[in-house]
């Protein structure tokens, strides 16, 4: 049974910090890539920062610079350090995970099997 649970969704003020993670179980966490993906009110789910299991990161563009994804080091916990938060950062963030290489970028939904029932991040200015 693969279960992904996330933690740490809260209400900050834009410019703060704030770590959200992700518990993953029943799963290979040394074979599986694992991604945070995030979607907005009446938008879809956009890609925000990817892991492979040798720990190759993605990001996307708009979060360069500002979050930080990792895993810890039996691989069972993933992490998104988020900085320098902004209004338009504001979505519920899922985790994922992937146990094969299905041709996508490793920031496209389709690139995953598995996913987190979501926590929501939300940014005031």
């Known amino acids: 049974q693969v279960q992904l649970v996330e933690f740490g969704g809260a209400s900050v003020q834009a410019g703060g910090p704030l770590r959200i993670s992700c518990l993953a179980s029943g799963i290979s966490s040394s074979n599986a890539h694992m991604g945070w993906f995030r979607q907005a009110s009446r938008k879809g789910r956009e890609g925000v920062a990817a892991?492979?299991?040798?720990?190759?990161?993605y990001y996307h563009d708009s979060v360069k610079g500002r979050f930080t994804i990792s895993r810890d080091n039996n691989q069972n916990t993933l992490w998104l350090q988020m900085t320098n938060l902004k209004p338009e950062d504001t979505a519920m963030y899922y985790c994922a995970a992937a146990v094969s290489n299905r041709g996508y970028s490793w920031l496209n939904p389709a690139s995953f099997s598995y996913w987190g029932q979501g926590t929501q991040v939300t940014v005031s200015s």
């Open positions: 892991i492979s299991p040798i720990r190759t990161t």
